[in-house]
């Protein structure tokens, strides 16, 4: 595929991204799309096949610049439970950003989507539970350091911090002034941070 192609194809991507995290999949419209992406029906289909394409792919590319934010920020830190600490205190900034929304696209879609769009709603479970894994290998990684007690269980408390994200992004959603959701994310920070032996 042509350098030319291959940007143009990304940054209509990226614009369906948008698009798709704001509004739903079921309020974006192909008339949405076509302003959004300043393409015509026929060169969308031919780049993304169908909407329903291109939302999952839309899917896979925000899990995965969201997995590349959390890696990067695990990346500073030599404790994985300070790294995840810091993690939820980076989630605590969503009010102070521009974002076409604060909550979890993949959440978002796992509450629309229904059974005409297996596929899709396939995609964010998958997704979600990629994250998820993510969480508990960070986990693991700790137990392993000798950071948490032998006893704990890194399946329980990955799904635990998986749905407090899930609920501080949604939270973060409403009209709520953004030290409240900072201050949130800094008590889910410090209840990572309290489960570290001394």
């Known amino acids: 595929m042509p350098r030319a192609t291959l940007?143009?194809?990304?940054?209509?991507?990226?614009?369906?991204?948008?698009?798709?995290?704001?509004?739903?999949?079921?309020?974006?419209?192909?008339?949405?799309?076509?302003?959004?992406?300043?393409?015509?029906?026929g060169s969308i289909y031919a780049a993304f096949g169908s909407k329903d394409a291109l939302?999952?792919?839309?899917?896979?590319?925000?899990a995965?610049?969201?997995?590349?934010?959390?890696?990067?920020?695990?990346?500073?830190y030599d404790s994985p439970l300070a790294g995840l600490a810091a993690y939820l205190?980076?989630?605590g900034c969503l009010r102070d950003q521009e974002l076409p929304s604060r909550a979890c696209m993949l959440?978002?879609?796992l509450l629309e989507l229904g059974?005409?769009?297996?596929?899709?709603?396939?995609?964010?479970?998958?997704?979600?539970?990629?994250m998820e894994a993510g969480f508990v290998e960070q986990f693991r990684a700790a137990k392993d350091a000798g950071e948490l007690e032998p006893s704990a269980d890194p399946v329980r408390l990955g799904r635990r911090l998986q749905a407090?994200?899930?609920?501080?992004?949604?939270?973060?959603?409403?009209?709520?002034?953004?030290?409240a959701v900072h201050a949130l994310a800094d008590d889910m920070a410090r209840s990572i941070e309290a489960l570290r032996l001394s």
Not at 164 to 179: K, T
């Open 115 to 130: 059974e005409r769009e297996q596929a899709a709603l396939g995609k964010a479970e998958a997704l979600l539970e990629a």
């Open 7 to 41: 940007h143009n194809r990304q940054d209509s991507l990226e614009r369906a991204l948008h698009l798709f995290w704001q509004k739903g999949f079921h309020a974006t419209s192909l008339k949405d799309l076509e302003r959004t992406l300043d393409m015509r029906p």
């Open 64 to 76: 995965r610049l969201g997995l590349v934010e959390l890696e990067r920020t695990l990346a500073e």
């Open 107 to 109: 959440v978002k879609s």
């Open 89 to 91: 205190r980076k989630l």
């Open 164 to 179: 407090e994200v899930m609920g501080l992004r949604a939270y973060a959603q409403r009209e709520v002034d953004s030290q």
């Open 55 to 62: 939302f999952q792919e839309a899917l896979e590319r925000y």
